[in-house]
């Protein structure tokens, strides 16, 4: 039995290390293994230790396009002209359930509006051909289909596309071994088709979490698939902006003087600040702060635009709220969700009239989480799972600080209460606050 288990284990460790030597090799190039695992881990914004670590390991698990994330040195590849003709091969692919606008239409539609939102920033103009040479063809395929860069089968790489010009050049190829669907419940198709046909219009990958151009497709619940500020500004470097165009949409930047978070939290030796289906993440051994998405560390069952999330060091897992609408709390112990969750706030002991949590403050040494609703504030025991008595105003117990508040942290033996575009430093041993900075002072930035 003990031979059968270590010559299993022996296996999957063998396995492992090819998955992770092939990704290397395939998406940055042919130089060591540690300077490779480095390159990798500053794209995505990780801490470049050269280690694999388990959110490295998370990152190279996640569906994702096909091409490298090395940006070759040389002259921009773009078409040379305004108007781009594509023959589509998808019709016939059976895709499920709906597309963005809530219309049940085929493939085909969806080809169409992925092609709308590049040409709604640029003066491109995009028209089908159904039999005649067209400069972009759309193609599903299985497996190895004769243009050096085969389908590895279900998950992995889901598609690859070809910089601008004759022959392949431009084509978009899919992996008909996925489940392609219209939502976040499968393989979006709608949302790859963006990412691919901006290669095919002569983008890299972007390291932005927020872009379309970042190399892992996100398929987080709930997820509208649009081109971010990042997108925009790459497409019109290649081919110019509109005459009359609208603002683009953008990504949360840490310096923005109205900045105000959903959560924040410390885990681990790190800090972490969490906007929309965004988070910065504040190392103590790294003085750059890079925005990356949620769900490149945790799985896409955490959902965005979270109220608040705290860990519980003794149990070792994460608690994540959102209310409202959702009134529920998810708990992960590393990137696994516990059984039985999502569960409802009541469950922890709050009435029926709390339908959401607007911040958390976990004290790790006494075992306790305060939880901030409107101008009330709740002590619950982590080791009864209870809640001691009544609510305290928050005024009694944190005089001068605004309520609402937006999130919470004790960090370095200071207590920091966010409302707004402040935070308030609070320390508890005397009672006093300290401080009232802006938000971005541990990001951090020039101008504050």
Request: proline share 7%.
């Amino acid at each position: 039995y003990f031979m059968c288990t270590a010559v299993s284990l022996y296996k999957l460790i063998t396995i492992l290390i090819t998955m992770i030597i092939e990704y290397l090799r395939h998406f940055y190039g042919y130089h060591p293994e540690s300077m490779k695992m480095k390159k990798m881990q500053r794209f995505f914004g990780l801490p470049p230790s050269g280690e694999l670590t388990k959110e490295t390991l998370a990152v190279m698990k996640k569906p994702r396009c096909g091409l490298s994330d090395v940006e070759h040195v040389g002259e921009t590849v773009r078409w040379k002209k305004r108007k781009i003709s594509y023959r589509s091969e998808i019709i016939n692919k059976p895709v499920h359930s709906y597309c963005w606008s809530q219309a049940q239409i085929n493939g085909e539609g969806c080809v169409r509006k992925a092609w709308q939102l590049w040409s709604n920033v640029t003066p491109l103009k995009f028209h089908k051909r159904d039999r005649r040479e067209a400069d972009i063809v759309i193609s599903f395929y299985y497996g190895d289909h004769k243009d050096g860069s085969p389908f590895d089968g279900k998950g992995g790489i889901l598609a690859h596309a070809f910089a601008p010009g004759h022959g392949i050049g431009g084509d978009v190829h899919f992996d008909a071994n996925e489940s392609w669907s219209f939502n976040s419940t499968g393989i979006n198709l709608f949302a790859v088709a963006i990412h691919e046909f901006g290669h095919a219009l002569g983008l890299p990958h972007s390291p932005d979490p927020g872009a379309i151009m970042y190399p892992p497709y996100n398929f987080d619940p709930g997820y509208e698939p649009q081109l971010s500020f990042q997108d925009v500004k790459d497409i019109q470097k290649l081919y110019g902006e509109l005459t009359s165009k609208r603002p683009p949409p953008k990504t949360p930047a840490k310096c923005d003087p109205d900045l105000s978070f959903d959560a924040v939290t410390e885990l681990q030796q790190e800090v972490l600040f969490f906007k929309d289906r965004f988070m910065w993440r504040k190392h103590p051994q790294f003085d750059e702060t890079r925005i990356t998405l949620i769900s490149s560390l945790w799985p896409d069952t955490v959902p965005p635009n979270l109220d608040a999330v705290y860990q519980n060091v003794w149990e070792n897992v994460i608690l994540f709220f959102k209310g409202k609408k959702r009134n529920k709390y998810w708990v992960l112990r590393q990137l696994n969700l516990e059984e039985g969750f999502p569960r409802n706030l009541s469950t922890l002991g709050f009435p029926s009239r709390i339908k959401s949590v607007d911040a958390a403050l976990h004290f790790r040494n006494d075992r306790y989480t305060v939880f901030f609703t409107g101008d009330e504030c709740w002590r619950y025991n982590e080791q009864q799972k209870m809640m001691e008595g009544s609510p305290l105003l928050i005024e009694q117990q944190w005089p001068g600080i605004p309520t609402p508040l937006d999130a919470a942290v004790f960090y370095n033996g200071f207590t920091y209460l966010y409302s707004g575009p402040y935070m308030h430093e609070y320390s508890l041993s005397t009672g006093r606050l300290y401080r009232v900075l802006r938000n971005n002072y541990f990001l951090p930035c020039s101008n504050f």
